[in-house]
């Protein structure tokens, strides 16, 4: 994603969120679902057009409380598809509701979100690739493509190319040992 670290720096939106959040491990479910809606509602956008919205979500999506949003029913539906401050696409919005759903089970079956992200990082004794993680994904949840599910996992520091290696993004990032380097060491 070298691209990113060379246009990003010093854009109003882009700019903040190439130096402070993407590729930056995050445990929080919330955060991770942010990550998860955002990506599902950028397919056809761009990550521009997420960054400006990114507080409208955030109030119609009850502040990205997996639990709230998986309680959702026809009428925060037809609520969330009336919002000009998301993206009102009827698929995306089932999605959103889906998934919460889905990260809702996983504390009963892996402890959260985040610790079933751990348990996926390896795939036989190699780092878990994209296209592997998306045939992990693509049973469970919606909205599971390639480049959906890359840019989830690379914003997330699961898997590695979110920054160029000098870039001092990458550089702090590495500081805080992020998934990918645990699964390229062996120590996922």
């Not at 761009?46 to 709230?68: C, H, I, N, P």
Request: with cysteine; aromatic share 10%.
């Amino acid at each position: 994603m070298s691209g990113y670290c060379d246009i990003a720096p010093g854009h109003p939106l882009h700019g903040p969120y190439h130096d402070h959040e993407y590729g930056v491990p995050h445990r929080d479910e919330s955060v991770l679902f942010e990550r998860r809606l955002l990506e599902i509602n950028q397919a056809g956008l761009s990550w521009e057009t997420m960054l400006r919205k990114r507080e409208g979500f955030r109030a119609a999506y009850g502040g990205f409380d997996v639990d709230t949003v998986a309680a959702y029913g026809e009428a925060d539906r037809a609520r969330l598809l009336a919002d000009a401050g998301i993206i009102r696409n009827r698929l995306k919005v089932d999605a959103a509701i889906h998934n919460a759903g889905i990260i809702r089970g996983l504390r009963a079956s892996h402890g959260g979100f985040a610790n079933w992200l751990d348990a996926h990082l390896v795939d036989g004794d190699a780092p878990r690739a994209k296209a592997s993680w998306v045939r992990v994904f693509k049973p469970t949840f919606r909205f599971t493509g390639g480049e959906i599910t890359g840019e989830f996992l690379m914003s997330l520091g699961i898997l590695p190319g979110a920054h160029r290696d000098d870039c001092p993004a990458a550089i702090r990032i590495a500081a805080l040992d992020p998934p990918w380097m645990r699964a390229r060491d062996g120590r996922a």
